[in-house]
């Protein structure tokens, strides 16, 4: 055995705190949930019903309290992502500058890439969405942007609620010149797939929307439209039977759910600029 000084705990925690940097989609969402995410479980999402403001009367006092619209959701974890890589001798890789952090970046990389993707997935699944569109044009682009904003005012998301247009690339390019820098041009909004602001509301761009081999599913939302728990739950070294050398593999779990179903809307387009 050539492993001795691996530390799986940490090697989990360094990941984990990657996966939250390199995440633009999973970080856009609702991340509070009551419980531990571990395969199968089924977590309650904190924070999710909304509560209604009403006069009060000094005879009558008040009524029966209200059940929260939106109550008690809750998100289910049932995806499962790994990752399995040789390397010579695992305390040395340990030990060489950059080796282990390279290799453990790249399944991060990986690993974000899938959490994302799975996160567009669910958010394509919204009851609020377009028709298929073909926009070939900056305004057309913007007057689908504004039409989703358009639901989502009249479904009471107020200005001072947080909200972000995510975009595919080819949908950005068109509607850029509609964007205003970001205030003091925030590092941390920049980190986190943010490039300008519209109307209020974060725009980003990214690879990992729902593509239907036709259209790309882009999404506007608040972040508490989608909830989102995940952890890598296993980092383990181990010696595989057939090489003279070590390995490491670990296993990332999540899940994700639709939380507030009227603070979502999904534009539904293909790039019409493609010949």
């Known amino acids: 055995m050539a492993y001795e000084n691996f ?9 984990d705190r990657n996966l939250h940097q390199k995440s633009i989609l999973v970080d856009w969402c609702n991340q509070k949930v009551k419980g531990q995410p571990n395969y199968g479980n089924k977590l309650e999402i904190l924070g999710n019903g909304t509560v209604n403001i009403f006069d009060y009367d000094t005879e009558t006092g008040l009524g029966a309290p209200e059940t929260p619209e939106g109550g008690v959701t809750h998100l289910l974890i049932d995806q499962q992502k790994a990752f399995n890589f040789k390397v010579d001798d695992i305390d040395n890789a340990q030990t060489t500058p950059d080796l282990m952090p390279a290799l453990m970046d790249e399944a991060t990389e990986k690993l974000a890439s899938a959490r994302d993707l799975y996160v567009a997935e669910v958010g394509a699944g919204s009851s609020q969405i377009s028709a298929a569109l073909t926009i070939a ?38 509607f850029r010149d509609y964007l205003v820098e970001a205030k003091t041009a925030n590092d941390e909004l920049i980190k986190n797939g943010t490039i300008g602001m519209y109307d209020g509301c974060q725009v980003a761009f990214t690879n990992n929307l729902k593509n239907d081999g036709t259209n790309d599913y882009m999404m506007v939302r608040t972040n508490k439209a989608i909830a989102f728990a995940g952890r890598t739950s296993k980092v383990e070294p181990y010696r595989p039977q057939n090489f003279f050398a070590d390995a490491v593999k670990g296993l990332n779990v999540f899940g994700a759910v639709i939380a507030r179903p009227k ?13």
């Open 7 to 15: 530390k799986p705990t940490m090697w989990a925690a360094t990941i």
């Open 263 to 275: 603070e979502i809307y999904v534009i539904k387009a293909k790039d019409g600029t493609e010949a």
């Open 137 to 174: 044009t900056p305004v057309e682009a913007k007057a689908a942007i504004d039409k989703a904003l358009k639901v989502l005012r009249k479904n009471n998301v107020a200005p001072g609620m947080s909200v972000r247009i995510e975009l595919a690339y080819w949908m950005y390019q068109l």
